[in-house]
């Protein structure tokens, strides 16, 4: 099975990438914590919400900023193709005598492997923002988070083979991070939203990440399980596909 | 002649440059082949398209019986490549460069091992190989790069300006070691640069590529022998006496003297050195000296483009 060992090859080698950079760990999981307990206690002590927040402002954001930080890491990481390229790395890989499917879903579980493993460490620290944690409900956001990481990594993946510098890293953080973190409904409820704001919820894949996270962790969200469930599924399959296509179409380009 | 790489009029066209223009290789099974030109002669496009990394624009390739369009997959199998850019990832081990590599050409699990262990002692990386990469000097980092390229035992290696950017003394190394590994092991080496040298002291036959376009190919002493321009240096007693007789000489092309030298065009010089001694001791004249030089593949690129390689374009 040559191309298993070359999707489990190209798997290894980013997940020994993001444990080799401690740095990078201590600030992922940094980060969302600053965002619970600042922004979180802040926002949550100023502001009434109209709806009422079982358990308070920072647990109904937790799920988001578990999202949040599974779209960060997965989109730079497979933005990280651009640096891999720019390194030369790249063109060892490509020139293997494996499939570039394979390539690609080695990278996506590859990325998807890191951003589940601060998932899970922000779900141990559940008790920061006084959520219980079960061990189901555990093994349910660990089973969901896959696919979102995949999806999201294949978004970025895709933003890789279309981009060919660094350069163009902020405008990904304006014109993609930004507006799929602020309009997933991490940080407030989507019910209630002005018609045009609300279509836009609904047309961001985290969307259905969070609202699928926040059903499982804390009992309650905004669409059902079965619907987020599937889009989920269905974007990371989408997102997969088309990236593959993209590195075969664009293989001259990326070497 | 068994010939590992063809070409038949393969083509690289970019909108309306041409990169490489329509260029027949043929490269001898086991040899060490150079391709010789200038920044920008088309070199790398030309090895980029025998790699299957680019698709020619019009003509044929194979590799090692492989057609580079059709038998790709084939084609990556049978060879080995060093870019001239360095593909390396700083956070990962020597030791693992080669792991992965071997994992990514399907070398088995049985001799992986054995493989790794021979090359690693190969390129002689010691007690670095299980040290990150990011703390390596430019020797090792080319050395750890030809010896991934040859842990799946590929049947060409290509080498992209291996010693560009290195230190003299690596680069002797590093010449050392391709021409120890063409004797030990049975592999083509398909090398690209732009060092007159490297070429010379490496390679059984070199082409001259400029412009996209390959200009003569054949081994470097017969280049430089199609030149017909050695160089003799002597030194005299008498010099204008000598000069004034030795022009009538038929195989003196050109004479004339520099300072308290005079040198002497001719051909094969290494026949005529004792003629020339003899001449002048029938006339009374005394050597003091007498030096031959061959001229050197910078001179033949100069002869055959009408530029130096050196000033580019």
């Avoid at chain 1, 350069?167 to 799929?180: D, Q, R, T, Y």
């Avoid at chain 2, 990832?89 to 262990?117: F, N, S, W």
């Avoid at chain 2, 017909?228 to 010099?239: F, L, R």
Wanted: proline share 4%.
């Amino acid at each position: 099975m040559p191309e298993l060992e070359g999707i489990y090859t190209i798997w290894l080698r980013e997940t020994k990438r993001f444990i080799r950079y401690r740095s990078r760990i201590l600030t992922s999981v940094v980060t969302p914590l600053l965002w619970l307990l600042i922004f979180g206690t802040g926002l949550g002590s100023a502001v009434r919400f109209g709806g009422n927040l079982p358990g308070g402002y920072q647990a109904f954001i937790y799920p988001g900023i578990i999202g949040q930080t599974i779209l960060f890491t997965a989109i730079f990481s497979g933005v990280s193709v651009i640096i891999d390229r720019q390194y030369g790395f790249l063109k060892e890989i490509l020139v293997a005598p494996i499939t570039r499917p394979s390539i690609i879903f080695g990278k996506a579980i590859g990325i998807s492997t890191a951003a589940v493993i601060q998932g899970i460490i922000l779900l141990l620290l559940s008790f920061v923002v006084g959520v219980q944690m079960t061990p189901i409900i555990f093994l349910a956001s660990f089973l969901l988070m896959i696919p979102i990481s995949v999806g999201l990594a294949g978004v970025g993946l895709l933003i890789a083979s279309f981009t060919d510098s660094m350069e163009g890293f902020n405008l990904i953080m304006s014109f993609v991070v930004l507006p799929m973190f602020l309009l997933s409904g991490a940080l407030f409820p989507v019910t209630g939203l002005p018609t045009l704001l609300q279509g836009a919820v609904y047309l961001d894949p985290l969307t259905y990440g969070v609202d699928a996270l926040r059903q499982i962790i804390l009992g309650y969200g905004a669409i059902p399980l079965y619907i987020s469930v599937t889009v989920i599924l269905v974007f990371a399959a989408v997102m997969v596909f088309i990236s593959a296509l993209a590195f075969n179409k664009r293989e001259q380009e990326l070497m | 002649m068994d010939y590992i790489i063809e070409t038949k009029d393969i083509t690289k066209k970019y909108d309306d440059f041409t990169a490489v223009n329509s260029v027949n290789l043929k490269v001898p099974r086991e040899s060490v082949y150079g391709v010789l030109g200038p920044n920008g002669a088309g070199k790398t496009t030309l090895i980029s398209m025998l790699c299957t990394i680019l698709r020619p624009t019009s003509g044929t390739a194979t590799v090692n019986g492989y057609n580079v369009e059709k038998n790709a997959k084939e084609v990556r199998e049978s060879i080995g490549i060093v870019f001239q850019s360095r593909a390396l990832d700083d956070i990962l081990t020597g030791r693992e460069h080669l792991e992965m590599h071997a994992a990514l050409y399907g070398v088995p699990q049985k001799v992986r091992q054995k493989r790794i262990d021979e090359v690693l002692d190969l390129i002689a990386l010691g007690s670095k190989a299980d040290e990150y990469v990011k703390t390596y000097s430019g020797g090792m980092k080319r050395r750890l790069e030809i010896g991934r390229g040859l842990v799946h035992r590929p049947k060409v290696l290509f080498l992209d300006e291996p010693t560009l950017g290195l230190d003299p003394q690596t680069r002797e190394n590093i010449w050392e070691y391709i021409s120890k590994l063409n004797k030990s092991e049975d592999i083509t080496v398909l090398m690209t640069t732009h060092y007159m040298e490297e070429a010379d002291k490496l390679c059984d036959e070199v082409a001259i590529m400029d412009q996209g376009q390959i200009i003569m190919a054949d081994s470097p002493l017969n280049l430089k022998r199609e030149l017909k321009a050695d160089t003799i240096t002597i030194k005299v007693d008498k010099q204008d006496l000598f000069i004034n007789k030795a022009k009538k000489l038929d195989y003196v092309k050109k004479i004339y003297s520099e300072d308290s030298y005079i040198k002497i065009m001719v051909e094969r010089g290494e026949n005529l050195i004792h003629q020339l001694v003899n001449f002048a001791n029938q006339n009374n004249i005394m050597v003091e000296s007498i030096e031959l030089q061959h001229p050197n593949l910078e001179d033949v690129f100069i002869s055959y483009t009408g530029t130096s390689i050196t000033e580019g374009r």
